[in-house]
């Protein structure tokens, strides 16, 4: 696992910085809203305390290195619009997963698309992977379109992986090189 130190990315519109115990309110918006959690393998968050419980297995995770997750925040104005997180790091292979969600009010803006591309950057370059991969509803085009987009393969499909809410859901699995995504 690597070693995780407080890390602030900036992008054109975006400042990526650690969740912290203030991030609360926030996350629960973002985790109890059913649009976004569609095609999240849980159910939306009900109680407050989800996100305050949620929060303190986020700083856990940072400092035994299991996860980074960056609250996404727009530049000018700070509020939190999402999360993105790099998770299952295994240290042997240089790979690790990737996740994000962000509040339906900046869906289509392309938020995603430049929060996801300083993650990778930082992933490649300062955390040595050489791999990342994401497990997406199938179903869930926008998410397609995006890692397609940051230059992700689709490299598997899973059907009935997941059952949320009583609802079984397929997989589909995508897969990004470092040496793809240099060459991009």
């Given amino acids: 696992m690597p070693q995780l130190k407080p890390t602030t990315l900036t992008t054109e519109r975006l400042t990526l910085r650690w969740l912290t115990a203030d991030d609360a309110a926030a996350q629960f918006a973002l985790f109890s809203d059913p649009e976004v959690m569609r095609y999240w393998s849980s159910a939306p968050w ?3 305390a ?4 949620a929060i303190e297995q986020v700083l856990a995770e ?3 290195g299991t ?3 960056f609250a996404i925040t727009l530049r000018d104005g700070g509020a939190m619009i999402g999360n993105i997180r790099l998770y299952d790091f295994f240290d042997q292979n240089r790979r690790c997963d990737i996740g994000y969600a962000l509040v339906q009010a900046h869906w289509g803006q392309g938020y995603l698309a430049e929060a996801m591309a300083a993650v990778l950057d930082y992933g490649f370059a300062e955390l040595n992977l050489n791999r990342v991969e994401a497990d997406i509803d199938p179903r ?3 998410s397609q379109k995006l890692l397609e987009r940051m230059s992700f393969e689709p490299e598997g499909y899973m059907r009935e992986r997941w059952i949320v809410n009583g609802e079984v859901c397929d997989t ?3 897969g990004l090189l470092k040496s793809d995504w240099e060459a991009r």
């Fill in 62 to 64: 940072y400092r035994d």
């Fill in 172 to 174: 589909e699995f995508y």
């Fill in 67 to 69: 996860s980074l997750r």
């Fill in 50 to 53: 989800q996100a305050r419980a």
């Fill in 46 to 48: 009900t109680d407050l």
């Fill in 140 to 142: 869930n085009a926008a």
